[in-house]
C-alpha cells in the first residue's frame, strides 16, 4: 500500500506594518504607507523649498542606518540632541529638565534605542512641545516611546500637522502654562503659531527663551533675525516683527537657545531682541539717515 504524504502544516502569513516616510529635505515624518508620499507639502511652502534633484525620502526605521544622536550639555538642566551626520534641516531639539517633570522642546527625525536609553535614564518625557512645523519632524514617535506623552502645538499651526495623533494637544491663545516656570508663548512671524518656551530657572535664574527659528540666532551675537522663509530671503513686515517684540518685551530673559548648536546667547538677550526689532523695522522702512 502506497505511504500516504502528510499535508504540510498551513504557514500562517506575517503581515509587516507599512513603513512611515520622511522627507529627507525638511525630516517630517508621514502616516504609514506602501509607498512614499507624492508630495511633502511642508517643502512645497514658500518657506522651505523642494531640491533641484527633487524631491527625497527615507524611512523611520531607516534613519539609524549611517546616523546616531549627540547630545551636549548647554547648562544645568539642559541638553541638546542632535543628530549626526545632518539630517533635515539640521536643528537640534532641546531637553529641559525641571522637578515636575522634563520637556522635550523642539523635535528630530531620529530616535533610536540609545537616545531612549539616556533620556529614560534622565527621568523620560513629561511632554513635548514645539515651536513650528519644520520641527515636527518624528514627533508622534517620540510621543509614543516615553508613554503616549502630550505633545503641545499652537492651535494655529494645526493644518501643518502631517501624521495626526491623539496625543497632539492644539492649544489656544497668546501663552500656554506647561509647568511651574514653563510657559509656551505665542510669538508668531515665522509661522502664525510660532512659538517660544520661557524657562524662569535658566541662565542661573535670570530666565532663557528657547526659540527655535522663530528668533533666529545669528553670527552676530549682538542681534537676532526675523524672517518668513530664512532658505527663501522672504522678509517679515516690520510692523509684525514690532508686534513680536511687544510680546517679546513682557517676558523675562537673559539668555536664548536658538534651533542650532551653537545657536546661543549667553547675556543680556532681553536688549538684543528689541535692538534687533528695531533695526529690522528702521531698514525695511527705508534706507536710514547715515
Known sequence: MPRRSRPLPNTPIVTLPDPTFVCTTCGTQYPPSVAPPSACPICDDERQYVPGTGQGWTTFAQLPHGHRNAFQRLEPQLLGIGTTPVFGIGQRALLLQTPAGNVLWD?????????????????????????????????????RAFGQVPIYLHAADR???????????????????LLPGVQLVQLGGHFAGGTVLQWD??????????????????????????????????????????????????????????????????HDAHAIVQRSAARYATWSRGMPTP
Request: charged letters at 20%; one cysteine or more; glycine letters at 8%.
Open 107 to 143: 523635535c528630530i527625525s531620529l530616535l533610536d534605542d540609545a537616545t531612549i536609553d539616556i533620556i529614560s535614564a534622565l527621568g523620560g518625557l513629561h511632554a513635548i512641545a514645539i515651536s513650528h512645523p519644520h520641527y515636527y519632524a518624528s514627533m508622534v514617535e517620540w510621543s
Open 159 to 177: 493644518a501643518h500637522v502631517m501624521r495626526p495623533d491623539a496625543a497632539m494637544h492644539f492649544w489656544e491663545g497668546s501663552s500656554h502654562s
Open 201 to 266: 530657572g535658566g541662565a542661573e535664574g535670570r530666565g532663557a527663551l528657547l526659540t527655535g527659528d522663530i528668533i533666529q540666532v545669528i553670527p552676530d551675537r549682538r542681534h537676532v533675525g526675523f524672517m518668513r522663509s530664512y532658505p527663501n530671503f522672504i522678509p517679515l513686515p516690520p510692523q509684525e516683527v514690532e508686534r513680536m517684540a511687544r510680546v517679546a518685551h513682557d517676558l523675562r530673559f537673559d539668555r536664548i537657545y536658538g534651533a542650532w548648536w551653537d545657536a546661543h546667547i549667553t
